[in-house]
């Protein structure tokens, strides 16, 4: 269970993206957060993974947080993968040749995985990021779009993320940002709802994708969201958010 | 995999904290332990030796050339030897302990790694390096015959090292902060931390100075740590200035106002850098 009590957060560029938020997300449920285009759902999971302390308020985290699926800022480019594997696994308490072995067999990366993680493409960082989560006995993964990276060179790796996020998400909550509702349908069964900078939960996810799509309609009223599109595709919405 | 799953639903629990905070401390100490601004072990941290022994060898030159007699004891390499080491333990870790609060350090972390996880990991390495690098020194003087060399109160020199790197840490910590608001301080600080040499009874016994530079002395904490690091080898030692809690005062004085200092300006740095 994560808990945000009275929690506001302003960006740096000064748009809030939370003010008061009071709100309980249950840690053993596959929560879709919803929101529109640049409302703040990479910030807020910053905020939940614990990267970004919020400007005001509390979050309580009765339950292990993972960082956000894909993330690169744990990394030390000058140590190897290895390394930076073995870091990770001890940190969160994992055993470390346990996690070094699966990351190393799903990727395939093989000896690069003994070179400094400057010498590998941002790609396959991203993608070693992704396969470290997974890796990792989190209680909460948080995910940003999608489970899996959009690109890489492995083959198969967004089939094998999609069947190691249903077997995570067996035993294990997940938090999927998102403003595809068919992505929230595919991955999710209750949502988290951003609008007004407030952030609502909703036990049934088709409740959620109600009151979300209605603040879309509520955005397409207000003059300077005209022409905004509803339900965009995948890939563009990869980093249009500042974290 | 190690730990049960955690509860999902209820409340934080201490125990579990306690263990997360073990694991994180001990993969820092793992990960950087191997490497000091990259470089590979033993090049990178007995670089940290290099100074002080440079100091001791340049002062024991001057007093035997220029023929004065010696300040206390019977070997000017063991009298300096118990000065340089904890004055420096102080100098470096005020100043090291900088390199884990730095710009944008906050950054590149996972996010259950906290600075001052570094904070105290890298500074506890400093302690590591420097208590080996003291205890080599002293080894190999008592390997040429100067018997006082091994201290007759080990415990006792371990704890005026301990006390030294207690105010060394708060003081860095304070360091960090100022030089991030102010970042000529970088440069400047190393520079004042040295003068702790001439203040705190390197080549002298603060006993032993006239009483008006006496009084003034006594009010820099670092000097009550050398000399009482130097009564775990001199057994005669003259108890002037050697009061373990004025520098213990100090150095939980300094750590207190350093951590609130970090934590009242943390949001504000953050968002600046």
Redesign the interface.
Same mark, same amino acid.
């Given at each position: 269970?994560i808990r945000l009590r009275g929690v506001s957060h302003i960006l740096?560029n000064g748009r809030e993206v939370l003010s008061g938020a009071d709100v309980e997300i249950?840690? =053993?449920r596959r929560v879709a957060l919803l929101g529109r285009q640049s409302a703040g759902k990479s910030t807020i999971l910053s905020l939940l993974? !614990? &990267?970004v302390?919020p400007?005001r308020g509390v979050i /309580?985290? @009765?339950?292990?947080?993972s960082?956000v699926a894909g993330y690169q800022?744990?990394f030390?480019v000058? *140590?190897t993968g290895r390394?930076n594997i073995i870091?990770?696994a001890?940190?969160?308490? @994992? =055993?470390p040749l /346990?996690v070094f072995e699966f990351v190393r067999d799903v990727s395939g990366f093989g000896s690069d995985l003994d070179v400094p993680m400057r010498q590998l493409s941002v790609t396959n960082r991203n993608n070693l990021s992704y396969l470290l989560a997974y890796a990792l006995?989190f209680?909460?993964y948080l995910f940003d779009n999608v489970v899996g990276p959009m690109l890489s060179e492995i083959p198969n790796l967004a089939e094998t993320c999609q069947e190691m996020y249903r077997r995570r998400t067996a035993?294990a909550?997940s938090i999927v940002a998102t403003r595809n509702t068919y992505v929230a349908q595919k991955f999710c069964d209750c949502g988290l709802v951003l609008r007004d900078r407030r952030l609502e939960f909703y036990d049934d996810l088709r409740e959620a994708i109600a009151v979300f799509n209605n603040d879309l309609l509520a955005a397409d009223d207000e003059p300077d969201n005209r022409g905004q599109r509803r339900g965009a595709p995948l890939a563009d919405d990869a980093d249009d958010e500042e974290a | 995999?190690?730990?049960a799953?955690?509860?999902?639903? !209820?409340?934080?629990r201490w125990d579990i904290a306690l263990? &997360?905070q073990w &694991?994180?401390l001990?993969?820092?100490f793992?990960?950087d332990a191997d490497?000091r601004h !990259?470089r590979r072990f033993l090049l990178g941290y007995f670089a940290s030796a290099i100074e002080p022994l440079m100091i001791v060898s340049v002062l024991a030159i001057l007093f035997t050339a220029l023929g004065r007699h010696l300040p206390y004891g019977e070997s000017i390499l063991l009298f300096l030897g118990t000065g340089v080491f904890p004055i420096y333990l102080f100098i470096h870790t005020s100043v090291r302990v900088r390199q884990a609060l730095g710009i944008g350090k906050h950054? $590149?972390?996972?996010? $259950? /790694?906290q600075p001052l996880d570094l904070v105290v990991i890298h500074g506890f390495q400093h302690f590591l390096t420097s208590v080996v690098v003291a205890a080599l020194y002293f080894f190999t003087l008592r390997l040429f015959g100067v018997d006082d060399a091994i201290p007759h109160d080990p415990l006792l020199a371990l704890a005026a090292l301990s006390a030294i790197f207690l105010l060394g840490l708060g003081v860095g910590i304070i360091n960090s902060v100022i030089a991030r608001i102010v970042p000529i301080w970088d440069l400047i600080w190393p520079a004042i931390s040295r003068t702790t040499l001439h203040f705190s009874g390197l080549y002298y016994v603060a006993a032993f100075l006239p009483p008006t530079i006496r009084t003034w002395l006594v009010y820099n904490p670092v000097l009550h740590g050398t000399n009482w690091f130097r009564q775990a080898f001199y057994v005669f030692y003259p108890t002037f200035a050697t009061s373990k809690a004025f520098l213990l005062g100090s150095g939980l004085v300094a750590l207190t106002f350093g951590l609130l200092l970090e934590a009242a300006t943390? *949001?504000y740095l /953050?968002?600046r850098e």
């Open positions: 269970m740096r249950p840690g =053993d993974a !614990g &990267n302390a400007l /309580e985290r @009765a339950a292990r947080v960082y800022g744990g030390r000058t *140590q390394q870091f990770a001890r940190a969160y308490g @994992a =055993d /346990e006995p209680d909460v035993t909550g | 995999m190690a730990g799953a955690l509860p999902s639903s !209820g409340d934080r263990r &997360n &694991n994180v001990t993969a820092i793992f990960r490497s !990259g950054r $590149i972390r996972f996010p $259950i /790694e943390r *949001q /953050e968002a």
